[in-house]
């Protein structure tokens, strides 16, 4: 890890990718990684400054920056105001292709009687925190972590009993509930077959287990992903130590972007 809190990698991607003249697509998750992990869903907020280097930066790439998220978009364009990209929610159920676009809502709400069962499952520990968000339920066990093997053994039981295509994705401090057929992979896919995404090397910036088949469907694609310490990645095996160091680099990259592009460079 560099002093600047990121390591060698990122810097060096992008030297390479600057050397073979080819275009950048940056995909970036929201909570850990351009955020601090709040306590609770609603708690989270973006740190002053965020919305214009979003700004700034998805211009210098000509609109290929994305934000993909488990939030939904309309959470997402609510905490980041007034900046409004291209986005995924609710891990690729719903995307956005564009900023002027209205987000398609590739997946269907949960049936009302999956939220209700969930909710008979969490009631042995009222800390749980439930997150209906329609096409996935999420539920936040960081104020009672010792509640996580009872609670992950049930929904588990759940969706084995036949609970109708769903699937459970562990991530950090949560277990969610959503439908087979989208995760943060597939919404990559998705955009790097739209314009202004198609044909540039991708980079994804993550720190959870959701993030890691987006890395992978980079990677497939010629681009990296790229990790954030926390629960998931310890520092020393991280490439930035935590939010912060993510946006001091997509700062320098923005600076570095405008540099290159100015006439002459």
């Not at 990698?9 to 990718?17: Q, V």
């Not at 992990?37 to 700034?56: E, I």
């Not at 939030?71 to 292709?97: N, Q, S, T, Y």
Request: proline letters at 5%; one cysteine or more; hydrophobic letters at 45%.
């Amino acid at each position: 890890m560099a002093a600047n809190g990121h390591s060698s990698r990122p810097g060096l991607f992008l030297d390479r990718l600057t050397r073979e003249s080819a275009g950048l697509a940056l995909f970036l998750d929201f909570d850990g990684t351009l955020t601090e992990v709040a306590p609770t869903p609603d708690s989270a907020v973006a740190p002053a400054g965020l919305s214009d280097l979003l700004k700034r930066l998805s211009a210098r790439l000509g609109g290929a920056l994305a934000v993909i998220s488990g939030r939904e978009i309309a959470d997402l364009d609510m905490r980041l105001a007034p900046f409004r990209g291209a986005a995924a929610g609710v891990h690729g159920a719903e995307i956005r292709l564009a900023p002027e676009s209205d987000a398609d809502l590739g997946a269907a709400e949960l049936d009302p009687s999956a939220l209700a069962e969930i909710r008979r499952l969490a009631a042995f520990e009222p800390r749980l925190l439930i997150e209906d968000k329609g096409a996935s339920i999420a539920v936040h066990y960081r104020a009672a972590e010792s509640a996580a093997p009872r609670l992950e053994a049930a929904l588990e039981r759940y969706i084995a009993a036949g609970a109708g295509g769903l699937r459970l994705l562990r991530g950090r401090k949560v277990f969610e509930v959503l439908s087979f057929g989208f995760s943060k992979a597939q919404a990559v896919t998705r955009f790097m077959e739209t314009t202004p995404f198609a044909g540039r090397r991708p980079v994804m910036i993550g720190d959870d287990l959701a993030d890691l088949a987006a890395f992978d469907a980079c990677v497939a694609r010629g681009g990296q992903g790229f990790r954030v310490a926390g629960e998931l990645f310890p520092a020393s095996e991280a490439d930035f130590s935590g939010p912060e160091a993510v946006r001091a680099w997509l700062a320098d990259l923005a600076a570095q972007l405008s540099y290159r592009q100015e006439p002459g460079k």
